[in-house]
């Protein structure tokens, strides 16, 4: 058997092939060619925009994919099928960074334009057509909300009068002299799944190994594992120097003055740490990288 698995063409595309391959699986892709290759034989790849990554997996032209909550929202508001589709994992990873997109209604700096009520009848212009049209009409306020099909932030104010646009540092928006007056939603990506590849066992076995992998090279990503030696006079002192992710490993060595402490800590806080725990009477102190943790 084969699993149908969709891989995001984009801005997600290079972030997903690597979030893969620290998972495990490393994807070989072609610029000429929509079906990547993957060193796993029970896997078939193919290359589908974000956008319309729900309604190919929805309409069961593919097992899963991956895609934001976005555009699966944008999919759900649509004429499409809908209630077919399952989110198997939420995995926290964007193009710049391992957090969440948001998307925010912003206007020029300079105009009158506060709040969402300051559009009344003004123009709206965005990619996600179909989530602005709900946000706008949940707060009864009637907009002209037209597709952008990119550079949408220079839009503003000959072409439209506000953008609702994707961002996750805000720099583009303020670089074209944008504020931002509110949040429409937050997104991340996501794992999903049709609910008739998941009534196959098999499939679904495959699916959720892949949604565990997946997770599990997000957890570890920021974090490095610790190993060092410490008499056990001192070792009260070590421990409370260590943010550990649950408790530190600690294992008795052959000389029983001595024990081995292994832990997991964010590896923003390694350099001042080392020589804390040096400071400590720590010894034989092993920083090493982290492929996955599972939790």
Same mark, same amino acid.
């Given at each position: ?8 063409? $984009? @801005? ?11 998972? &495990?699986?490393?994807? %070989?892709? @072609?610029?000429?060619? %929509?079906?990547? #290759? ?7 790849? /193919?290359?589908?925009? =974000?956008?319309? /990554? ?19 929202? *944008?999919?759900?508001?649509?004429? &499409?099928?809908?209630? +077919? ?8 990873? =964007? ?29 709206? =212009? ?26 949408? *932030? ?20 303020? #670089? ?10 937050? @997104? ?7 609910? =008739? ?12 190994? /892949? #949604? ?12 490095? &594992?610790? /190993? ?25 060595? @052959? ?5 081995? +402490? ?7 806080? +390694? ?12 010894? $034989?102190?092993? *920083? %090493? ?7």
């Amino acid at each position: 058997m084969t699993l149908r698995l969709g891989i995001p063409k $984009g @801005s997600l595309q290079d972030a997903t092939v690597q979030l893969f391959a620290r998972a &495990g699986f490393t994807i %070989y892709n @072609s610029s000429r060619s %929509y079906f990547p #290759a993957i060193d796993d034989a029970e896997i078939e790849c /193919m290359l589908i925009r =974000a956008q319309e /990554m729900a309604r190919y997996v929805s309409d069961g032209v593919l097992d899963a994919g991956l895609t934001g909550q976005d555009w699966i929202a *944008e999919h759900e508001l649509g004429d &499409g099928r809908t209630g +077919v589709l399952t989110s198997v994992a939420d995995l926290i990873y =964007a193009k710049q960074s391992f957090g969440k997109v948001r998307w925010v209604l912003a206007a020029p700096e300079d105009s009158a334009i506060r709040s969402a009520a300051d559009l009344d009848g003004k123009t709206v =212009a965005t990619e996600l057509v179909r989530v602005t049209r709900a946000f706008f009409a949940e707060r009864k306020v009637r907009v002209n909300v037209e597709f952008s099909w990119g550079a949408t *932030e220079v839009k503003p104010p000959v072409l439209a009068d506000a953008i609702v646009e994707a961002t996750e540092t805000g720099s583009t928006l303020r #670089a074209n002299r944008l504020r931002i007056l509110d949040t429409v939603m937050e @997104s991340n990506t996501q794992l999903i799944a049709n609910r =008739a590849a998941l009534a196959e066992a098999w499939k679904r076995t495959k699916i959720e190994n /892949m #949604a565990l992998l997946l997770t599990a090279a997000i957890e570890a990503q920021g974090r490095v &594992g610790l /190993m060092l030696n410490v008499r056990r006079a001192d070792l009260s002192g070590v421990l409370a120097l260590l943010p550990a992710l649950q408790r530190p490993t600690i294992s008795p060595l @052959s000389d029983e003055e001595w024990v081995a +402490v292994n832990t997991i800590i964010e590896e923003r806080t +390694v350099r001042d740490l080392i020589p804390r725990l040096k400071g400590a009477r720590a010894q $034989g102190i092993v *920083e %090493y990288p982290l492929n996955k943790i599972v939790l």
